[in-house]
Nanobody, 122 residues
Framework: EVQLVESGGGLVQAGGSLRLSCAAS????????IGWFRQAPGKEREGISC????????YYADSVKGRFTISSDNARNTVNLQMNSLNAEDTAVYYC???????????????WGQGTQVTVSS
């Protein structure tokens, strides 16, 4: 059974940083792509980043490019999302997602974590 557990969310001031982690289990981590979605109140879910563990390729949405960095620790089956220069627009619930397709299929990733809240105060 695929399990994804997010951690690292919290309250931060605008301009600050947070690091989200996603601990994965129940599947062949090296063969999967792991991504992050977020959903702000009243807005649609947005796929913001992804990393393919088989070739290391990454994807970033324009809204986070240059501020967020995704990385994978294959020894610990963990994917991290380093978020810098946070602003109020980044306030959302952040979800870790996984699938055995490439990051091109991010909108259709089947497995989701429970989410972690990120709140940026201005």
């Amino acid at each position: 059974e695929v399990q994804l557990v997010e951690s690292g969310g919290g309250l931060v001031q605008a301009g600050g940083s947070l690091r989200l982690s996603c601990a994965a289990s129940g599947f062949a981590f090296d063969d999967y792509a792991i991504g992050w979605f977020r959903q702000a109140p009243g807005k649609e879910r947005e796929g913001i980043s992804c990393i393919s563990n088989d070739d290391g390729s990454t994807y970033y949405a324009d809204s986070v490019k240059g501020r967020f960095t995704i990385s994978s620790d294959n020894a610990r089956n963990t994917v991290n999302l380093q978020m810098n220069s946070l602003n109020a627009e980044d306030t959302a619930v952040y979800y870790c997602v996984a699938d055995d397709r490439s990051c091109l299929g991010l909108p259709f990733f089947a497995s989701w974590g429970q989410g972690t809240q990120v709140t940026v105060s201005s």
